[in-house]
Structures are given as C-alpha cells and as structure tokens.
C-alpha cells in the first residue's frame, strides 16, 4: 500500500469512526461538530510534496464562533472549514509529545499510526472543547497576539473590557510598533474602534 492509500486507510478506519461516535459529521477528511456557540472541525491535511514513497500529513482542530465574526461585523459563516475558524490548533498544542506532522512511509504500520492518532486527537478534543466559548477564545487567543487581534480588540471593546482592551493593545505595540507593517494594523485597529464603539482611543493609550 502506498504512503498516500495508508492515510486515506488509516482515516477511513481510525480517525473517522473515532470522531463519528463522538458526535462529528465528515465530508471527506474534514469532520465537523456543532456546540451551542460554536462549531468545532478536524481536518486531515495532506502534504502537497507526498510521492510514491512518503508522505505527511497534518491534524489542524479548529473552533469557529459566530459572535467573534459579528462583534466586527464580518458576514457569518454558516458551514465553516477549517480557514474560517477562529481558533486553530495542531495536537502537539494540546500535548507537547505529540506530532506537529505525521510522516508515513512504505514501512509504517496503520494499526498503530491509528492508535496514534486516537491519543493525540483525544488530547485535541480536549482543549477545543475548552475554548468553545467567546470568553474562553479571546483568552486563548490574546496571548497569541496577531493571531484574531481585531476580533480580540473589538469583543473587549464590546464587553466594555478596557483594562484588557488597553493591555492588549499595548502588547502589541511594543512587539510590533517599531515595524513598517504596524501602519496597517494601526488602520485596522481604528476600523474596529470605530464599528464597536466610538467613545475611546485606542491611540491615547499607547501615548
């Protein structure tokens, strides 16, 4: 069996049953789960460099929040994949012992790249079924910086956060303010600022 035949095997047989009896509907090798105020998907990405004698792939898990697109009046999306999610994980974020990749060759044994798999995924259910909520996204994702760094500044702003707003906002000066491409997320801040509430500057309190 080739590398490629064996991660279309190993998800066919492992990972999809896995996630099924957990409540995940699948198209393909992305696999979604509806909560009361989010959407949670896996997602099985494949190398684009994958030939004949080894390939890799990538387990992305994913939350999409409906109230983190409208809080900057972005459109929501109603059947979200894996790029429209707002948090976006691998299993070695859950567990730091398991893989950032899965490599596979001609040699590799599906039984236990599955149990594999089942382990590191368990561990990655586990953290996105704790970051399901707005609160707990924006938590996540504030330490991450420019990863959502609108939505982040736009539900402080919302929930009249502006302890956090602010040190939010001065985090990511100090890290990113000496660099050209601070213009454009000083642009982008103001757009925020503006759509959310308009009786604050974010601007003042960098000095």
């Known amino acids: 069996m080739t590398p490629s035949k064996l991660i279309a095997a190993v998800v066919r047989t492992h990972l999809k049953p896995f996630l099924t009896a957990r409540g995940f509907t699948s198209a393909?090798?992305?696999?979604?789960r509806r909560l009361a105020e989010?959407?949670?998907?896996?997602?099985v990405e494949r190398s684009k460099r994958n030939g004949a004698l080894?390939?890799?792939f990538y387990i992305n898990g994913s939350v999409y929040l409906p109230a983190l697109d409208a809080v900057i009046g972005d459109p929501l999306v109603e059947d979200p994949g894996e790029p429209s999610c707002h948090v976006r994980l691998r299993p070695n974020d859950a567990n730091p012992g398991a893989r950032r990749e899965y490599d596979?060759?001609?040699?590799?044994d599906g039984d236990a790249l599955g149990a594999e798999i089942a382990r590191?995924?368990?561990?990655?259910?586990?953290?996105l079924d704790g970051l399901t909520t707005p609160q707990a996204?924006?938590?996540?994702?504030?330490g991450r910086k420019?990863?959502?760094?609108?939505?982040?500044?736009g539900w402080y702003l919302s929930q009249n956060e502006l302890d956090h707003a602010s040190r939010f906002v001065k985090s990511l000066h100090a890290e990113f303010?000496?660099?050209?491409?601070?213009?454009?997320?000083?642009?982008?801040?103001?757009?925020?600022?503006?759509g959310v509430r308009g009786d604050v500057s974010w601007r003042e309190w960098i000095g």
């Open 28 to 32: 393909g090798s992305t696999f979604q």
């Open 38 to 43: 989010a959407t949670q998907v896996v997602n």
């Open 54 to 56: 080894a390939a890799r």
């Open 104 to 108: 596979v060759t001609l040699d590799t």
């Open 120 to 127: 590191d995924v368990t561990a990655l259910l586990d953290m």
């Open 137 to 142: 996204a924006i938590a996540h994702l504030a």
């Open 146 to 153: 420019l990863a959502q760094y609108e939505r982040v500044f």
């Open 177 to 194: 303010g000496g660099e050209g491409r601070w213009a454009i997320f000083a642009r982008r801040l103001d757009e925020v600022e503006r």
